[in-house]
């Protein structure tokens, strides 16, 4: 790696230290709540900034991470409720990751035998399941530092410099990650980043949602919509096989809405393997812009979420790991199927799947995703 190549990362990741400082002694606080959240192991300190609308919804985003660690919105009588699962201290986010709310990088979801070819080389992976990569290997941007720069008491910029080689994915990556509230009551998320050498990404966010609050028992009576015709079935490793499965007639059938729980017992093998549902559906989309992606419900509170992304797929995941181990924000259990995952995302396993949209970044282009959660009531305007 020559210097001349780095440079480029290195001007970038230095202005935006440089605004983040000057941010941080300025207005930032005035204008975008900030606390000290805790600190690592390694003595930094991690901040947790909150981004409020007019409406009041609120956002709580931590350095570390880049974890959503509460998303307040209203219910149908007007009444805010933590709608994601995570922890009230920061010590709860150094534990084995269920990944409550983080940002996931380098690469969402699994790479198959931790290990890909890329321009004739094979890059080999930190195993972190398994024989598996899962969610950017053993260090992946979930448990990193990001350098958070606010750009008004609605938006926060998060960056990362992710290091030629780390967790063995090639190039220097610079990211960027902006959380905005917005007056729609709207959580939009924009990534971006850069790389100096070919390499593969796939970036997304782990928020764990239940729209009756956090805690409140499990999401199976929650309606949810997707658009979706299809899905990538998987072997018991959870490994799409490559085979774009028709959802028509099968449990995963969301285009017309139904309870979560419906179909969730089923014998279909697909279920069994994935212990629930944990699969990646293939978006219906016209164009590259925002399209819906996903709908969700849930009768009691009143409470609606609606997935836009310009991704072209889509995790969906029951929270079949959650095991009533986890105690979770004010002391709540965080039983089996608690709360559930829309990962806006590329397919897992791509850079092994010539025949699955691309995931490769190449030097000289721009990585632009965005993926909006909008939140609204029944019956609401
Ligand atoms: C993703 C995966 C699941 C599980 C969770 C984290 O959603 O698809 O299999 O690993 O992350 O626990």
Aim: hydrophobic share 35%; aromatic share 10%.
């Amino acid at each position: 790696m020559t210097y001349s190549a780095l440079r480029p990362l290195l001007i970038l990741t230095i202005a935006a230290a440089m605004t983040t400082n000057a941010s941080s002694g300025n207005d930032a606080g005035a204008t975008t709540g900030r606390r000290e959240f805790g600190k690592t192991p390694s003595g930094e300190t991690v901040e947790l900034y909150t981004l409020k609308n007019a409406k009041g919804m609120e956002a709580d985003i931590s350095t570390y991470g880049g974890v959503i660690v509460s998303l307040k919105v209203p219910d149908r009588a007007g009444a805010l409720g933590d709608v994601v699962l995570g922890f009230d201290d920061f010590q709860g986010y150094l534990l084995p990751p269920p990944y409550f709310g983080a940002l996931i990088g380098r690469y969402g979801n699994r790479i198959g035998h931790a290990r890909f070819t890329l321009d004739g080389v094979v890059y080999t992976l930190a195993k972190n399941e398994g024989d598996n990569s899962l969610h950017g290997g053993k260090r992946g941007f979930d448990k990193v530092l990001w350098h958070a720069r606010p750009l008004n008491h609605q938006s926060l910029e998060l960056a990362y410099l992710s290091k030629d080689g780390e967790e063995g994915y090639p190039g220097n990556l610079s990211v960027t990650v902006v959380y905005t509230v917005t007056d729609h009551n709207e959580l939009k998320i924009d990534y971006t980043a850069k790389t100096d050498k070919d390499t593969v990404l796939n970036l997304t966010n782990h928020s764990y949602f239940n729209l009756a609050g956090q805690g409140q028992g499990d999401i199976l009576a929650h309606q949810l919509t997707l658009n979706a015709d299809r899905y990538t079935p998987v072997d018991k490793g959870l490994i799409p096989t490559g085979e774009l499965r028709n959802v028509a007639g099968t449990p995963f059938d969301f285009r017309q809405p139904h309870a979560i729980g419906e179909r969730i017992g089923s014998s279909d093998e697909q279920i069994k393997l994935g212990g629930g549902y944990d699969h990646n559906f293939i978006l219906n989309r016209s164009g590259g812009g925002l399209s819906l992606a996903a709908k969700v419900t849930e009768s009691a509170s009143g409470r609606i979420m609606e997935v836009f992304t310009t991704e072209p797929a889509i995790q969906f995941y029951t929270g079949n790991f959650l095991d009533s181990t986890i105690h979770g924000k004010s002391g709540k259990v965080y039983g089996r199927r608690s709360a559930l995952c829309l990962e806006t995302q590329h397919y897992p396993d791509s850079p092994n799947h010539p025949s699955f949209p691309s995931t490769e970044l190449r030097p000289g282009e721009t990585y632009h995703t965005t993926t909006v959660y909008r939140f609204a009531v029944e019956g609401g305007l």
